[in-house]
């Protein structure tokens, strides 16, 4: 992924502390496992105070690996895929990131 690669913002319509990054518009990448969806932000600064949580480093760093990140207001946060885990696919990069 490059570096200037623009990045997509969205909030989760299920939490209130809860917000996505993706390098897809749509946020076709971030998982929504439970229901709910993403709702689409213009930019970081739109989350106001809650955008305090976003670390860039580790927004790059997880999309790299799995395609997306989530953040909350104190940082970022472990995604969940559910009970199945992860795709296949991803979970192969994942790995293969890794090391």
Known sequence: MAAHQKLHFFTCS???DLYGVSPDADGSSLPTPGGGKWVPVNDLADLGMAGDGYDEIAARREIERWG???????GPREIYWG?????????????ASAG
Request: proline share 13%; aromatic share 8%.
């Open 14 to 16: 299920v939490s209130e």
């Open 68 to 74: 997306c990140h989530w953040f909350t207001s104190r």
């Open 83 to 95: 009970p199945d885990g992860p795709p296949e696919e991803l979970a192969e990069r994942a790995m």
